[in-house]
């Protein structure tokens, strides 16, 4: 069990800027932005091998624009280097990867445009994890997307799609049950139709269920993950306080975190903490995970 936070680490001082507007766009621009972005993607990894924080969500936003027309610029050989040395430091330390596209990237979408640079991006994220040198246990998340009408039908048209997309995107994507339109037993007949690997949020099914416990959304999820996928992953955090439903809490509840891991103890996972202090609540709960026999430890 690998437990770990997504994109953004509040303890490195970040000297720079990760991004630019679309109007502000030149191959240097890209050039110098991607060079930023890289060491602090190598300072945050460095960081979580001295604090064991084995799982990291990489950003989205690692190169700027790629998958958008404007971006002609060949990144991928000018930075193969630059990503393979960070893959070596990922994959000698045993280190989780996955990565998650933002909300606008909708496979199910009656738009065909939005479709069109939903694959793009697709594409891009799988790049990334090529350039890298990570297999097909490095993920990219994704939400079944919207209702658009018709449940079944936008299932049934994200089943079919996905079949289409590449070898490269379809042995890394998995989909994960969101708050508002698609809820597990959804994912899990999506999975049915198509095959594809169900990553559990834990929040999500406190907002939106059919009222299946944990015991019982383990053992569904979870069958859905073959050897070749690595351990199943979680994500993971709580309600935030007097906010509106499906609003992350600032900081880990350490109590209520151990009790998930004494109710999910048959079976091996790696956990991405969606809250808000990032490395500060992955810190509380490796030390909350001490004495677990899952938690993943480096041997030197």
């Not at 990760?18 to 110098?32: A, D, G, M, N």
């Not at 079919?160 to 037993?185: M, P, Q, T």
């Not at 907002?207 to 351990?231: H, M, N, Q």
Request: aromatic share 12%.
């Amino acid at each position: 069990m690998r437990i770990g936070y997504p994109c953004i680490n509040y303890s490195i001082e970040r000297k720079g800027t990760s991004t630019f507007r679309l109007k502000s766009y030149s191959p240097q621009r890209l050039i110098e932005t991607v060079e930023f972005n890289l060491v602090y993607l190598r300072q945050m990894l460095e960081y979580n091998l001295a604090h064991e924080i084995y799982f990291f969500r990489i950003s989205s936003g690692l190169v700027p624009f790629a998958s958008h027309p404007v971006c002609k610029f060949n990144w991928q050989g000018h930075f193969a280097e630059s990503f393979a040395e960070i893959g070596k430091f990922i994959k000698k330390h045993k280190m989780r990867i996955n990565m998650h596209p933002d909300q606008f990237v909708l496979i199910n979408s009656i738009d065909e445009d939005v479709l069109k640079r939903s694959v793009a991006e697709l594409e891009y994220h799988a790049q990334v994890l090529e350039l890298l040198g990570l297999g097909a246990a490095a993920k990219i998340q994704l939400h079944v997307g919207g209702v658009y009408g018709s449940r079944d039908e936008s299932m049934a048209r994200f089943a079919r799609r996905f079949e289409k997309l590449s070898d490269a995107v379809r042995k890394r994507l998995v989909i994960e049950n969101d708050h508002v339109n698609y809820g597990l037993s959804d994912c899990m007949e999506v999975h049915r139709m198509c095959g594809a690997v169900i990553l559990f949020d834990v929040f999500h099914h406190s907002v939106l269920s059919r009222g299946e416990t944990i015991e019982e959304c383990f053992k569904e999820f979870t069958g859905t993950w073959k050897k070749a996928d690595g351990k199943p992953m979680v994500d993971y955090s709580s309600q935030k306080s007097g906010a509106r439903a499906g609003t992350h809490t600032e900081s880990i509840d350490v109590k209520d975190f151990k009790r998930f891991l004494d109710v999910t103890s048959r079976w091996d996972f790696d956990i991405m903490l969606e809250i808000k202090d990032k490395e500060a609540s992955a810190a509380k709960a490796i030390k909350a995970a001490r004495g677990d026999k899952r938690l993943f430890v480096e041997s030197l």
